[in-house]
Antibody, heavy 113, light 105 residues
Framework: QVQLVQSGAEVKKPGASVKVSCKTS????????MHWVRQAPGQGLEWMGI????????SSAQKLQGRVTMTRDTSTSTVYMELSSLRSEDTAVYYC??????WGQGTLVTVSS | EIVLTQSPATLSLSPGERATLSCRAS??????LAWYQQKPGQAPRLLIY???NRATGIPARFSGSGSGTDFTLTISSLEPEDFAVYYC???????FGPGTRVDIK
């Protein structure tokens, strides 16, 4: 069965970077795009970006361009999302989602001084 | 930039009642619209894609309709587990609407 398992919660200081992983199993990794979506506490869903695991090509939301980097490791069927220059407003649960049908469990990233 | 508006913001209904949720796009999105359900502490769940197609395992009481700029998610008879927040999303730009909360009256 399709599984997406994300890395654990993180606490970061403003200005730092965070890298969240999403390890996949149960399907052919390179055949499906992977999205990243985040949700600030008590707020709605915000699409962050998408990666093509086959080619590695990415596209991200305009407001995050320059701060978000998505990569993949085909040898371990894992995708990564790195967000830099963290601000308090980046405090959120971060999700990976395969074709937005299968979702990871979410990773809480807290940005606090 | 496509903006999605959902109404109402909150819908208070009783189990067994019919729920009708609206999503309006600022410009045409053809049929590239999806609906998600999210319960507290859980990841979203895809319900409907391409405006009217139920995702795998989604009960028949959930149905989607519409095209162009106006879309509707209908829950024909609310079950206790259906009380949640519902989001629409444009599947080309991946923009989400702000959500509609369906709570128990």
């Amino acid at each position: 069965q399709v599984q997406l398992v994300q890395s654990g919660a993180e606490v970061k200081k403003p200005g730092a970077s965070v890298k969240v992983s999403c390890k996949t199993s149960g399907y052919t990794f390179t055949r499906y795009y992977m999205h990243w979506v985040r949700q600030a506490p008590g707020q709605g869903l915000e699409w962050m970006g998408i990666i093509n695991p086959s080619s590695g090509s990415t596209s991200s939301a305009q407001k995050l361009q320059g701060r978000v980097t998505m990569t993949r490791d085909t040898s371990t069927s894992t995708v990564y999302m790195e967000l830099s220059s963290l601000r308090s407003e980046d405090t959120a649960v971060y999700y990976c989602a395969r074709d937005q049908e299968y979702w990871g469990q979410g990773t809480l990233v807290t940005v606090s001084s | 930039e496509i903006v999605l508006t959902q109404s109402p913001a909150t819908l208070s209904l009783s189990p067994g009642e019919r729920a009708t949720l609206s999503c309006r796009a600022s410009q045409t999105v053809n049929s590239y619209l999806a609906w998600y359900q999210q319960k507290p502490g859980q990841a979203p769940r895809l319900l409907i894609y391409d405006a009217s197609n139920r995702a795998t395992g989604i009960p028949a009481r959930f149905s989607g309709s519409g095209s162009g700029t106006d879309f509707t998610l209908t829950i024909s008879s609310l079950e206790p587990e259906d009380f949640a927040v519902y989001y629409c999303q444009h599947r080309s730009t991946f923009t989400f609407g702000p959500g509609t909360r369906v709570d128990i009256k």
